[in-house]
């Protein structure tokens, strides 16, 4: 069979396409026998198809210019993005999507995980490409509702860092006006970076402060902040993966069903930028620690009093006063949690990642991560890997 002709309409100087790409050429190393077209000038992505006669397209749809000239064309098409962009569902056309109700609760529940109880999102202002960011804005809100807690939102008329003093006036203002210590989710990496950087030239201290979280995981960007960022993984490697093995389909005949696909987050990537315990009650916060670094040591109730000497029946008013759960039920999430991880970043068999988070039974802790998650470990490793 000859060589067959892709064309990645992608542009590689974002993150989240660059991830596509790591996930197209993993699919290509292991599967597929492509000449790959990229285009290294982002405002030069769209061949002359007619005249580089592609086999198939692989496209982030976010791009209007782009999603106009491929509606219509004769060559397979897969597209992708945040949601919404330019993608139009009568087209026919395979779309795949990320899960921006999932990215933000992810944010949500490790902002609430670590003590805060006073929250911020901030996001860009709308236009037709970004709509991600308002259903991340709503999604984040909505998570905190159902805990009892509201939150503070800014997008601002300026995002771009080429408008440098006038986004750091806007964020300025916004963070004068929240209360403090507050838990803030970014709509992405970028805007985190913007939050972080203007913490820094106000003197607010993060994480104690102001605790930020982005979304993208972009790795060099987010480890060269100050202090390092953590990040909602979102699963775009897997989605550039999944993308290729489709259009490989259609490129041998075969008909694309279901039209839209939503790809699952696959978790927070923790680093120094939420690293903190919001909790004034001593006992509780050195009960919260404890639990954090040991859980998967096979820890019991009685290690945990010891790590914080109060009686039994007060430390559990306490978690559930505070936590809204049992210390029990504390400690296995952080349990499944990082099971979550392992399932999702290595090959380790089921049984091992049981015994890595202290389950001496494969069989009950599959039990315990169903109940948690809503599928079985390997269900949740099959829609977290390509």
């Known amino acids: 069979m000859p060589q067959r002709r892709v064309a990645l309409i992608i542009d590689a100087s974002k993150p989240y396409d660059r991830k596509i790409i790591g996930g197209v050429a993993s699919y290509v190393r292991l599967h597929a026998d492509w000449s790959l077209y990229i285009e290294e000038d982002p405002l030069q992505k769209l061949p002359d198809l007619r005249e580089w006669q592609a086999d198939g397209i692989v496209s982030n749809f976010d791009d209007p210019t782009v999603a106009k000239a491929l509606t219509g064309v004769d060559t397979p098409v897969v597209g992708m993005g945040g949601g919404y962009g330019s993608y139009d569902p009568a087209s026919r056309v395979p779309y795949f999507a990320t899960d921006?109700?999932?990215?933000?609760?992810?944010?949500?529940?490790?902002?609430?995980?670590?003590?805060?109880?006073?929250?911020?999102?901030?996001?860009?202002?709308?236009?037709?490409?970004?709509?991600?960011?308002?259903?991340?804005?709503?999604?984040?809100?909505?998570?905190?509702?159902?805990?009892?807690?509201?939150?503070?939102?800014?997008?601002?008329?300026?995002?771009?860092?080429?408008?440098?003093?006038?986004?750091?006036?806007?964020?300025?203002?916004?963070?004068?006006?929240?209360?403090?210590p507050v838990g803030l989710m970014a709509c992405n990496d970028a805007r985190a970076r913007h939050v972080l950087e203007v913490c820094r030239e106000m003197g607010l201290r993060v994480p104690d402060d102001v605790a930020v979280i982005g979304?993208?995981?972009?790795?060099?960007m987010c480890e060269l902040t100050s202090p390092p960022l953590s990040s909602v993984e979102q699963g775009v490697r897997r989605m550039g993966f999944q993308a290729a093995a489709l259009l490989d389909r259609l490129m041998a005949g075969a008909r694309a069903s279901p039209l839209r696909y939503v790809i699952q987050p696959e978790g927070v990537v923790s680093r120094q930028s939420t690293d903190t315990l919001v909790i004034e009650d001593a006992d509780l916060a050195a009960a919260l620690q404890f639990i954090r670094r040991h859980a998967c040591d096979g820890i019991c109730l009685a290690d945990v009093l010891e790590a914080a000497p109060v009686c039994c029946s007060t430390l559990a008013k306490r978690f559930r006063t505070v936590l809204g759960r049992t210390i029990h039920a504390e400690i296995q999430r952080v349990q499944m949690e990082r099971a979550?991880?392992?399932?999702?970043?290595?090959?380790?068999?089921?049984?091992?990642?049981?015994?890595?988070?202290?389950?001496?039974?494969?069989q009950y802790f599959s039990t315990v991560f169903r109940r948690t998650t809503g599928c079985t470990p390997a269900e949740y490793r099959r829609d977290r890997r390509p």
């Open 215 to 220: 979304v993208d995981n972009d790795e060099m």
């Open 340 to 362: 979550g991880q392992l399932l999702a970043q290595t090959n380790l068999p089921i049984k091992t990642v049981a015994r890595r988070v202290a389950f001496k039974s494969s």
């Open 100 to 180: 921006n109700d999932k990215i933000a609760q992810l944010a949500a529940e490790h902002l609430i995980g670590h003590g805060f109880r006073r929250f911020a999102y901030c996001g860009l202002r709308r236009n037709s490409i970004n709509r991600w960011s308002e259903e991340r804005a709503d999604a984040f809100k909505r998570r905190l509702r159902e805990s009892g807690y509201s939150c503070s939102v800014l997008t601002g008329r300026h995002s771009s860092a080429r408008k440098w003093r006038q986004v750091q006036q806007e964020l300025s203002a916004w963070l004068r006006s929240l209360r403090l």
